[in-house]
């Protein structure tokens, strides 16, 4: 054995006086006049030198009087030649030992000897170990590391191993190259030639300042970092601002990714972040989706080009997670799809986000509406698992939210899809603004401690919701009217009375297995199809003709109202992105498959809404209702010899005609028949629809109303004279409900 490979014979090899007892070694103290053995050595772990002097004698001092240093009792710091032949000797040793073992059990076994369990189980375990010995053994020789000369003083920052210029072996991470100051140093000024002792600080695990970043959504700086740690390498965009404090903010972050800091480095690691000179700039941006440039950016990469990075707070959860193949989503997904509108449609609203802006149309909603368990939930799984993980702590969500956690998680999934689970869950106060909110793509303003304005958060996207009520029920819970306008951007989908609940086909299964079999396919494969579309839609450079294809498209979606037409704009660009998928061979169906489905769905929605202005519906429907519920209560005869005292809060009178009856409303009675418009909009929608069966003309002009004298004398009055047969299609077209 070569006696300078390890450092405990390394020292014995200098002292006098040496005698073993065991494992452990006593010798002379050379840093003392010792006449009998006080000095004692053993081998601790790792292979360092354990040294001891009963005197009372420093250990610096013991190695200083043989010409050795502190460094010398580690393994580490001998020589790579040294550090072979000792790594190898420690394997054989342990090797010869498990070989003891080994043909000690032989040896009983062969004089017939029964042996335990655990002698057996040693024998086992030292078999493994010699064989795992055997391999490391085998191994060649580690390379020596590479040796770094830094212009001290001066940062470092390693991937690997390196070596100093003296030889020692340096881990990866941040480091700061300097000198040591010693005693000379304090008492007098160092000749440039005479030699300082090194020192190499470890600050941090490796950091690397990428690149200056330039946010375009504030145009605020940051530093683009690479970080090396034991999951593989992470980018992070730090933000200048958070440079400001004390820099916790950013250790956090670091430290949730992998990176480890020095706790008593941790100002200098601030340091080093200041010091380091970014080489390039590149843009980045808090929103994913489409950016200015071209590209489309998410947390984990950039499609369709370069020199853009997201920029997160590093706190924010994971949406856009991968797992799986795509090709098993495919095959377990979307194949059963085909046959299914519902779900089709679940599927193409996830691909029609990124077509929103090329195409011009405006961001909105489709509520599927249907009883519980009839697969309202799996088609909102199945259009989330485009883009990420389906599950609600993933890229699904609720309704279950404040309006500002809304415009935070619509922001999230720009240009994709947001996919909110039971509507009941919601505040029916909010839900009609939440709606527009969603369709407008603007948050709401908001001011700063300098009474100035913050950045409102921006969205653009399809909007996936289900609920057994429509927005609208589920808004007269509140005793709120109904917006005709918010139900136009969440469009209600029958997803409740189809032939087996949300579905139409469940390929030779029940409607169970089917829902338990999609169900776990959406949880073992997604986040593939949505970025795979968009690689396709930037590298076939398709962008420039979208205009042309939707206009095709969209021809197929006939509309009598610029209300009907924005509905039409959402169906056209989601059966649009379903077939530009299937072209793009991304999804397994035959060619026109979304397109026939989105136009089966619209014009179902089409039958139930009937033609004509919404609004216009509305106040006909909310009239009627009124009628229906108060024509005996709340009126009485016009032509009576007395006022009928048995009505209370009047809201008119009746007139009788030959195979009718009118209503005569007063302007109080129309207004709270019609809650939530204005009385000029509600003459308007009577008018449209030739509701006002009697008027007056006075000096040439049409009025809405016509004078009666009422019971009990006076002054004539102007009434408005309403024939009910005019209002019942429109009542009828409302009280249908899309899920029963």
């Given at each position: 054995?070569?006696?300078?490979?390890?450092?405990?014979?390394?020292?014995?090899?200098?002292?006098?006086?040496?005698?073993?007892?065991?494992?452990?070694?006593?010798?002379?103290?050379?840093?003392?006049?010792?006449?009998?053995?006080?000095?004692?050595?053993?081998?601790?772990?790792?292979?360092?030198?354990?040294?001891?002097?009963?005197?009372?004698?420093?250990?610096?001092?013991?190695?200083?009087?043989?010409?050795?240093?502190?460094?010398?009792?580690?393994?580490?710091?001998?020589?790579?030649?040294?550090?072979?032949?000792?790594?190898?000797?420690?394997?054989?040793?342990?090797?010869?030992?498990?070989?003891?073992?080994?043909?000690?059990?032989?040896?009983?076994?062969?004089?017939?000897?029964?042996?335990?369990?655990?002698?057996?189980?040693?024998?086992?375990?030292?078999?493994?170990?010699?064989?795992?010995?055997?391999?490391?053994?085998?191994?060649?020789?580690?390379?020596?590391?590479?040796?770094?000369?830094?212009?001290?003083?001066?940062?470092?920052?390693?991937?690997?191993?390196?070596?100093?210029?003296?030889?020692?072996?340096?881990?990866?991470?941040?480091?700061?190259?300097?000198?040591?100051?010693?005693?000379?140093?304090?008492?007098?000024?160092?000749?440039?030639?005479?030699?300082?002792?090194?020192?190499?600080?470890?600050?941090?695990?490796?950091?690397?300042?990428?690149?200056?970043?330039?946010?375009?959504?504030?145009?605020?700086?940051?530093?683009?970092?690479?970080?090396?740690?034991?999951?593989?390498?992470?980018?992070?965009?730090?933000?200048?601002?958070?440079?400001?404090?004390?820099?916790?903010?950013?250790?956090?972050?670091?430290?949730?990714?992998?990176?480890?800091?020095?706790?008593?480095?941790?100002?200098?690691?601030?340091?080093?972040?200041?010091?380091?000179?970014?080489?390039?700039?590149?843009?980045?941006?808090?929103?994913?989706?489409?950016?200015?440039?071209?590209?489309?950016?998410?947390?984990?990469?950039?499609?369709?080009?370069?020199?853009?990075?997201?920029?997160?707070?590093?706190?924010?959860?994971?949406?856009?997670?991968?797992?799986?193949?795509?090709?098993?989503?495919?095959?377990?997904?979307?194949?059963?799809?085909?046959?299914?509108?519902?779900?089709?449609?679940?599927?193409?609203?996830?691909?029609?986000?990124?077509?929103?802006?090329?195409?011009?149309?405006?961001?909105?909603?489709?509520?599927?509406?249907?009883?519980?368990?009839?697969?309202?939930?799996?088609?909102?799984?199945?259009?989330?698992?485009?883009?990420?993980?389906?599950?609600?702590?993933?890229?699904?969500?609720?309704?279950?939210?404040?309006?500002?956690?809304?415009?935070?998680?619509?922001?999230?999934?720009?240009?994709?899809?947001?996919?909110?689970?039971?509507?009941?869950?919601?505040?029916?106060?909010?839900?009609?603004?939440?709606?527009?909110?969603?369709?407008?793509?603007?948050?709401?303003?908001?001011?700063?401690?300098?009474?100035?304005?913050?950045?409102?958060?921006?969205?653009?996207?399809?909007?996936?919701s289900s609920g057994e009520r429509s927005?609208?029920?589920?808004?007269?819970?509140?005793?709120?009217?109904?917006?005709?306008?918010?139900?136009?951007?969440?469009?209600?989908?029958?997803?409740?009375?189809?032939?087996?609940?949300?579905?139409?086909?469940?390929?030779?299964?029940?409607?169970?297995?089917?829902?338990?079999?999609?169900?776990?396919?959406?949880?073992?494969?997604?986040?593939?199809?949505?970025?795979?579309?968009?690689?396709?839609?930037?590298?076939?450079?398709?962008?420039?003709?979208?205009?042309?294809?939707?206009?095709?498209?969209?021809?197929?979606?006939?509309?009598?109202?610029?209300?009907?037409?924005?509905?039409?704009?959402?169906?056209?660009?989601?059966?649009?992105?379903?077939?530009?998928?299937?072209?793009?061979?991304?999804?397994?169906?035959?060619?026109?498959?979304?397109?026939?489905?989105?136009?089966?769905?619209?014009?179902?929605?089409?039958?139930?809404?009937?033609?004509?202005?919404?609004?216009?519906?509305?106040i006909l429907a909310s009239i009627a209702?009124?009628?229906?519920?108060?024509?005996?209560?709340?009126?009485?005869?016009?032509?009576?010899?007395?006022?009928?005292?048995?009505?209370?809060?009047?809201?008119?009178?009746?007139?009788?005609?030959?195979?009718?009856?009118?209503?005569?409303?007063?302007?109080?009675?129309?207004?709270?028949?019609?809650?939530?418009?204005?009385?000029?909009?509600?003459?308007t929608a009577l008018d449209t629809a030739?509701?006002?069966?009697?008027?007056?003309?006075?000096?040439?002009?049409?009025?809405?109303?016509?004078?009666?004298?009422?019971?009990?004398?006076?002054?004539?009055?102007?009434?408005?004279?309403?024939?009910?047969?005019?209002?019942?299609?429109?009542?009828?077209?409302?009280?249908?409900?899309?899920?029963?």
């Open positions: 054995m070569n006696s300078h490979c390890n450092p405990l014979d390394l020292l014995l090899s200098r002292l006098q006086g040496v005698r073993q007892h065991g494992e452990r070694h006593v010798a002379c103290c050379p840093a003392h006049q010792d006449k009998s053995p006080s000095l004692s050595l053993s081998r601790g772990q790792g292979g360092r030198v354990l040294v001891h002097c009963h005197a009372g004698c420093e250990t610096r001092d013991v190695l200083a009087a043989v010409g050795l240093e502190l460094k010398d009792l580690f393994p580490d710091n001998l020589s790579r030649e040294q550090r072979q032949q000792y790594r190898r000797e420690q394997l054989e040793k342990e090797r010869y030992f498990e070989r003891l073992i080994v043909e000690s059990g032989n040896g009983a076994l062969a004089k017939g000897t029964e042996l335990s369990g655990e002698d057996v189980a040693r024998m086992a375990l030292a078999q493994e170990r010699i064989e795992r010995l055997d391999r490391q053994l085998a191994r060649p020789a580690e390379p020596e590391p590479p040796m770094v000369e830094p212009e001290r003083p001066c940062w470092g920052v390693y991937e690997g191993w390196v070596r100093n210029e003296k030889g020692a072996r340096l881990k990866p991470g941040v480091y700061w190259h300097g000198y040591r100051r010693t005693k000379e140093d304090e008492e007098a000024e160092l000749s440039d030639d005479s030699e300082r002792p090194l020192r190499d600080g470890w600050i941090a695990t490796p950091v690397f300042v990428v690149a200056r970043t330039l946010n375009s959504d504030d145009g605020t700086e940051g530093r683009l970092l690479r970080l090396v740690t034991h999951g593989g390498d992470r980018e992070w965009t730090m933000p200048m601002e958070t440079l400001g404090g004390s820099g916790e903010e950013i250790r956090r972050a670091l430290f949730a990714m992998g990176a480890v800091i020095a706790p008593r480095q941790r100002g200098r690691f601030m340091e080093y972040l200041l010091d380091q000179p970014p080489r390039q700039t590149i843009a980045t941006t808090c929103r994913p989706g489409w950016h200015e440039s071209g590209v489309f950016v998410l947390p984990h990469r950039t499609i369709g080009g370069e020199g853009v990075r997201f920029q997160s707070s590093g706190r924010a959860p994971d949406l856009f997670r991968v797992r799986g193949e795509l090709a098993q989503w495919q095959t377990l997904v979307a194949a059963r799809c085909e046959g299914n509108p519902v779900l089709t449609l679940a599927v193409g609203c996830a691909l029609a986000g990124p077509l929103l802006n090329l195409v011009k149309v405006n961001g909105g909603g489709v509520h599927l509406v249907g009883d519980s368990s009839k697969g309202k939930s799996l088609a909102q799984l199945i259009g989330a698992s485009v883009w990420g993980d389906p599950g609600p702590a993933g890229f699904g969500a609720s309704w279950c939210m404040t309006k500002n956690g809304l415009e935070i998680e619509a922001a999230s999934r720009n240009d994709t899809l947001l996919s909110l689970d039971e509507i009941k869950r919601a505040n029916p106060k909010d839900i009609q603004e939440m709606a527009y909110s969603l369709a407008n793509g603007c948050g709401k303003g908001t001011m700063n401690r300098e009474r100035e304005g913050r950045a409102k958060l921006s969205w653009r996207l399809l909007t996936l927005l609208s029920e589920h808004a007269a819970l509140s005793g709120d009217p109904a917006h005709a306008g918010a139900e136009l951007r969440m469009v209600d989908v029958n997803a409740g009375t189809r032939l087996h609940g949300a579905f139409d086909d469940v390929h030779g299964m029940d409607g169970a297995g089917f829902h338990r079999a999609m169900t776990g396919a959406v949880g073992e494969h997604y986040g593939h199809l949505g970025p795979a579309f968009v690689e396709k839609l930037t590298a076939g450079d398709d962008r420039a003709g979208l205009l042309e294809d939707f206009a095709k498209v969209r021809a197929r979606f006939q509309s009598d109202s610029a209300q009907a037409g924005r509905v039409a704009d959402r169906f056209a660009v989601i059966a649009l992105a379903g077939e530009m998928a299937i072209a793009y061979g991304l999804l397994p169906w035959p060619v026109g498959t979304g397109l026939a489905d989105s136009l089966l769905l619209y014009r179902e929605w089409l039958d139930r809404v009937g033609s004509g202005n919404a609004e216009d519906r509305q209702r009124f009628i229906e519920r108060h024509g005996d209560s709340r009126f009485s005869s016009v032509h009576a010899a007395e006022t009928d005292s048995r009505v209370t809060n009047r809201a008119g009178y009746w007139e009788d005609e030959p195979g009718r009856r009118l209503y005569l409303f007063n302007t109080s009675g129309l207004q709270e028949a019609a809650h939530g418009f204005g009385l000029a909009r509600i003459v030739g509701a006002i069966a009697k008027r007056d003309i006075e000096k040439g002009r049409t009025r809405n109303t016509k004078k009666y004298r009422t019971p009990g004398g006076g002054a004539p009055k102007g009434l408005y004279a309403i024939d009910p047969a005019r209002l019942e299609m429109a009542g009828a077209d409302d009280d249908k409900h899309t899920g029963t």
